[in-house]
């Protein structure tokens, strides 16, 4: 190696590896390499780690490599896959050792498994057009392009085919991951849904569990369970080879507080009757976009399966449904709302190709490629419509003159279905009875403002869930909150007067046996954030 290579190595920490015989080249960027800057932050500009160093393994015997240096040497670890973390829990002040798993993005199938290997680092795009176009199958995983499948997946994921073929933890078959025993000792383990698999346990805690919390995952395998016993089976879901595709506007200059309701009453209501997974309308997701005033539009954006029978019947009585009595008319979505796009060619539904479709939708948005976003989100499942209080509470917060904010929306999805079949402590996705999301988020540029954007919408949060503490319970009402959009307020007593934890308000019964897991997986609590699951 020459003088020049050689302060090269020194400079972004090549360090020369053997695992299994093979021969590999980890890199760890340093804080005084040029990219450095670029790889101690996420999405969330918020959030900006200091690590001593940042790792970027290729291979699952890297990243042990990686996880035993930092154990040996006593640093703290987080976990990046994708980038687009909600709070702090990668990006942390006190993290010595951040383990980026960007590089490593395969995706194909495994005939060894006989499934689809997916590395942590894929992005939800990639994987969707890797396996459609391998195999003409797909998973219900979610719509934006560059989430990817590292925290996706095991924090039990969903998307616009889940009411029809359930969460993407549903068709996980197995999981990779590096952990570390009671000694130290870092170890790379495949855990599997089989019954008779010893390390059964780990697969079931990646169902639902969340990143971050028993060690780091480097690939997942995707099989359907109907494949296990039946060679015939199909080993995932085939997408419908069309979709209709519609989205709708009403302008908030014609909306008074009557027709708010009505439109969050009907829109809520359909999804309250329309819960059969076996069901044309199983084949329809919507979202409902309440932006606030200043937006100038809400929106609704739409997708139907155009391969049942009566498709273009199911949509048109939907959108019938949601606008009745309304009393202002529908029109295109000719405004940006939150990450999405205007979508103006779209006020009448379009039948388009399902991969042209889920391309457009995914991809695009200025929001999730703006260097300067700064972000808060929060999140509740609900069992039920919301209450006329709730619904009187949502209208006054977007529409609060003191508060101007175009991306700032409370968004209402589609949920249930097919999602609902499944028994809650099967999987560690514990809400298997609810029949909506809801998400409460606002978006910013400048760090002066974040005491404004921030009060916002946790005094929003705080009142629609009131009764309960200012939190959503697992109760009648509500199943608690989605730990992919986690929010550190939930442990916050400020915001949460409820006694219930956010782990409790995550995971609710199965809290416990999660918590079994890590004692057995992580009994070191080497992989742990603000809210991870307690050892």
Same mark, same amino acid.
């Given at each position: 190696? #020459? +003088?020049? %290579?050689?302060?090269? +190595?020194? /400079?972004? +920490?090549?360090?020369?590896t053997a695992e299994n015989g093979r021969k590999s080249t980890l890199v760890r960027v340093l804080p005084q390499d040029g990219r450095y800057p670029d790889l101690v932050r996420g999405k969330n500009q918020r959030w900006v780690g200091r690590p001593d160093y940042v790792c970027l393994p290729t291979s699952g015997p890297e990243v042990r490599r990686a996880v035993q240096d930092a154990v040996t040497a006593r640093k703290r670890i987080s976990i990046r896959s994708g980038g687009h973390c909600y709070e702090d829990f990668v990006y942390h002040p006190d993290v010595n050792v951040v383990i980026d798993l960007s590089e490593m993005t395969k995706v194909y199938f495994d005939p060894r498994m006989n499934a689809f290997a997916v590395e942590a680092g894929a992005e939800l795009l990639d994987v969707y057009e890797t396996i459609y176009r391998l195999r003409g199958v797909t998973f219900p995983g979610g719509m934006c392009y560059s989430v990817a499948a590292g925290g996706h997946i095991c924090g039990a994921g969903y998307g616009f085919l889940s009411r029809k073929h359930g969460l993407v933890v549903d068709h996980l078959y197995a999981v990779e991951v590096v952990v570390v025993d009671e000694d130290g000792i870092a170890r790379l383990v495949t855990a599997t849904r089989e019954a008779d698999d010893p390390n059964r346990d780990l697969w079931w805690a990646h169902t639902g569990g969340?990143?971050? #919390?028993? +060690?780091?995952v480097t690939r997942y395998w995707l099989r359907s369970p109907a494949a296990d016993d039946d060679d015939t089976a199909p080993l995932l879901p085939a997408p419908p080879s069309e979709v209709l595709v519609s989205a709708v506007s009403w302008e908030w200059a014609a909306m008074t507080e009557t027709s708010f309701r009505r439109l969050v009453d009907n829109f809520t209501g359909w999804q309250v009757r329309n819960q059969d997974p076996d069901s044309p309308a199983a084949g329809l997701f919507a979202t409902l976009q309440l932006n606030h005033r200043s937006n100038g539009q809400i929106g609704m954006l739409t997708q139907m399966d155009a391969s049942v029978a009566a498709a273009e019947a199911v949509l048109a009585e939907f959108l019938d449904a949601v606008g009745d009595g309304v009393d202002v008319p529908t029109g295109p979505v000719t405004n940006a709302m939150g990450e999405h796009l205007p979508r103006p060619e779209l006020v009448t539904p379009r039948r388009l190709p399902w /991969?042209? &479709?889920?391309?457009? /939708? &995914?991809?695009? %948005?200025?929001m999730l490629t703006n260097p300067s976003m700064r972000a808060k989100y929060r999140s509740a499942y609900l069992r039920v419509a919301l209450s006329e209080d709730q619904v009187g509470i949502a209208y006054r917060y977007l529409t609060d003159a003191e508060y101007r904010n175009d991306t700032a929306l409370l968004l209402l999805s589609a949920y249930g279905g097919r999602v609902n079949s499944v028994p809650p402590r099967a999987t560690a996705a514990v809400q298997r009875d609810s029949v909506l999301k809801l998400l409460i988020q606002n978006y910013w540029t400048d760090p002066a403002d974040d005491a404004h954007h921030l009060g916002w919408i946790r005094e929003f949060y705080r009142d629609v869930f009131s009764e309960t503490g200012g939190v959503p319970l697992h109760d009648e009402r509500t199943g608690g909150c989605y730990v992919n959009y986690p929010d550190a307020d939930l442990d916050d007593p400020a915001w949460n007067r409820s006694g219930r934890s956010g782990v409790e308000l995550y995971y609710g019964v199965n809290y416990p046996r999660l918590r079994a897991v890590k004692r057995r997986w992580d009994p070191r609590n080497v992989f742990r954030h603000r809210q991870s699951i307690q050892p």
């Open positions: 190696m #020459n +003088g020049a %290579s050689m302060e090269q +190595g020194r /400079l972004i +920490g090549l360090e020369d969340g990143g971050g #919390n028993f +060690g780091v /991969l042209q &479709a889920t391309q457009m /939708l &995914a991809t695009g %948005s200025p």
